[in-house]
Structures are given as structure tokens and as C-alpha cells.
């Protein structure tokens, strides 16, 4: 029944030490969004593919980067995680049709940053 | 600016109590899209109801109801009967301009917490 699903839930890396969280999906929807969620705020949006095309949020830091090797996975490559970085990643898909379509969320990876 | 306002930061309240989630947003379009999610401190968001904004048909889902205003760019949800399982964050959401890809503006949410 899983639609959207993350891995791993939590994840602890090292400062500095790259760190990839993936997502799939099993919705067969054409856009995938990355969001990152700090203590007591709202999702922030770093980035999403409509397809294959990748829109990157002007203030999303170089550091994230993001891949999107088929239309079920999609990754976020953090490459020198800072202490800042520490977060729940959020990740979401939905269908665009021209409508604007409801955004499915995933269970979120927490990041802790040592 | 912020173009989603939900003021209320924190509700308490004991079981079987009703309580109104308060959402004011701001747009120039003329059709758009507005969103409640819930947030169990599981961390998952759940989506709970769409509504364009060429429907201001109020909304009844078991517990569940929304009052959508135009006229006052208001879009609450209020929880009948309100249980433990109920306590969560719910964030009210904004998309503008279909036409496009429509990004989302959310609200900051606000922190249910219901008490037996």
C-alpha cells in the first residue's frame, strides 16, 4: 500500500561526511519535490523534476544536489553536511495535468548531523 | 510576504471538544488552489482536502469540516469531537497560478494537542 516511500527513516552522518537519502514511488505521478523541514517550521521546498527536467529553488544551497535516474526514484545528495543541515527531508510527488495536483508526501528521513 | 497566515501557533483542548483551525491567505490569481495537511508527530504530512478556488462549497468529512471564504480569504477546518489521535500539526497550503507548475506556500502550521 506504501505509495511514496523514504529510506532510510533516520539517517546520522558525520560533518562533512556525504550522505544520500532516496525516495520511490509507486504512484507512476511525473513530478517529484524535495523538502527539507526544520524543528516547529513549515517544509521548505530545495527542489523538484517535472519529469526529467530539474527546477532548483533559488536559495536551495549548492551542497543539495539531486538525481533522478527513472521516474520512480529520486535522490538528494547532501555533499558536505553541516550542522545546519540537520533536518527532516520530506519528499513528494503528484501529477501534473495543468491542474494544479495534490502533493503526496513520503514518511521523511530525520538527518542528524554529528 | 507571507501569502498563508495560520495565527494560531498552538490549540489544547480535552477530548470531545470542537476546535477551528484558522487559515488566511493572499493571492492575486483568480484561480487557485488551497490544501490542509496533517503532520503526526510521525513526521508524515497527510493530506487532508483540496479546494479550487471556484468552489466555496463548505465540506464535511466524518469529523472533519471546512469553511471556505472568499470574500475574506479564509479557508478553516475544524475538528468535531476531537480525539487524542487527533493531535498533530496541520499546515493550510497555497498554489497560485496552475498554468504553471504551482508551488506550494504553506502556512506555519498549527500544533493541535488534544488531551483525554
Known amino acids: 500500500d506504501a505509495m511514496v516511500i523514504q529510506n532510510p527513516r533516520y539517517q546520522v552522518t558525520q560533518f562533512g561526511k556525504p550522505v544520500t537519502l532516496s525516495c520511490s514511488q509507486t504512484l507512476n505521478h511525473n513530478v517529484m519535490y524535495w523538502y527539507q523541514q526544520k524543528s516547529s517550521q513549515a517544509p521548505k521546498l530545495l527542489f523538484h523534476?517535472?519529469?526529467?527536467?530539474?527546477?532548483n529553488e533559488a536559495d536551495t544551497p549548492d551542497n543539495f544536489q539531486s538525481r533522478r535516474p527513472n521516474t520512480s526514484f529520486c535522490f538528494l545528495d547532501i555533499r558536505s553536511p553541516g550542522l545546519g543541515d540537520a533536518a527532516m527531508y520530506l519528499c513528494a510527488t503528484s501529477r501534473r495535468t495543468g491542474a494544479q495536483e495534490t502533493q503526496y508526501f513520503g514518511p521523511g528521513t530525520r538527518l542528524l548531523v554529528l | 510576504a507571507q501569502k498563508v497566515t495560520q495565527a494560531q501557533t498552538e490549540i489544547s483542548v480535552v477530548e470531545k471538544e470542537d476546535v477551528t483551525l484558522d487559515c488566511v491567505y493572499e493571492?492575486?490569481?483568480?484561480?487557485?488552489?488551497l490544501f490542509w495537511y496533517k503532520q503526526p508527530p510521525s513526521g508524515e504530512l497527510v493530506f487532508l482536502i483540496r479546494?479550487?478556488?471556484?468552489?466555496?462549497q463548505n465540506e464535511i468529512s466524518g469529523r472533519y469540516s471546512w469553511n471556505f471564504q472568499k470574500s475574506t480569504s479564509s479557508f478553516n477546518f475544524t475538528i468535531t469531537a476531537s480525539q487524542v489521535v487527533d493531535s498533530a500539526v496541520y499546515f493550510c497550503a497555497l498554489s497560485e497560478n496552475p498554468d504553471s507548475w504551482g508551488k506550494f506556500q504553506f502556512g506555519a502550521g498549527t500544533q493541535v494537542v488534544v488531551t483525554p
Open positions: 479546494r479550487n478556488s471556484f468552489d466555496e
Open positions: 523534476y517535472y519529469d526529467k527536467d530539474f527546477n
Open positions: 493571492t492575486r490569481d483568480t484561480t487557485y488552489y
